[in-house]
């Protein structure tokens, strides 16, 4: 199953940005799923995750009270809504899912299985 990312693009500092990835062809309803990015020559981390009901999220510390990660189960669609974008946050968004049910939030990228292709997010200063 790919899942399929989109919403990035150019935006200045200071600027909002709405990630969606929707999971065509599986349910992702009571599965976690999260954002995670890799900057060049960098790891990938973990920005944001988000349980299978919505009522429990985590954030890194370098997004947390800019970024909101939310879903629609019914939409089998998760979101990120970036806001106050920093030069520093410019990097590929990937999301994921994990194909296990009502799993916690975990910030560890090998604990999801499903991951999309990645979308661009450039912030410029």
């Known amino acids: 199953v790919q899942l399929q990312a989109c919403g990035g693009g150019l935006v200045q500092a200071g600027g909002s940005l709405r990630l969606s990835c929707a999971a065509p062809?599986?349910?992702?309803?009571?599965?976690?799923l999260g954002w995670f990015r890799q900057a060049p020559g960098k790891e990938r981390e973990f920005v944001a995750g988000i349980n299978w009901s919505g009522r429990n999220t985590s954030y890194s510390d370098s997004v947390q009270g800019r970024f909101t990660i939310s879903r629609d189960n019914a939409k089998n669609t998760e979101y990120l809504q970036m806001n106050n974008l920093k030069p520093e946050d410019t990097a590929v968004y990937y999301c994921?899912?994990?194909?296990?049910?009502?799993?916690?939030?975990?910030?560890?990228?090998?604990?999801?299985?499903?991951w999309g292709q990645g979308t661009q997010v450039t912030v410029s200063s």
């Open positions: 062809g599986r349910s992702f309803s009571r599965s976690l």
């Open positions: 994921a899912a994990d194909a296990q049910f009502f799993a916690p939030v975990t910030t560890i990228p090998g604990e999801y299985e499903y």
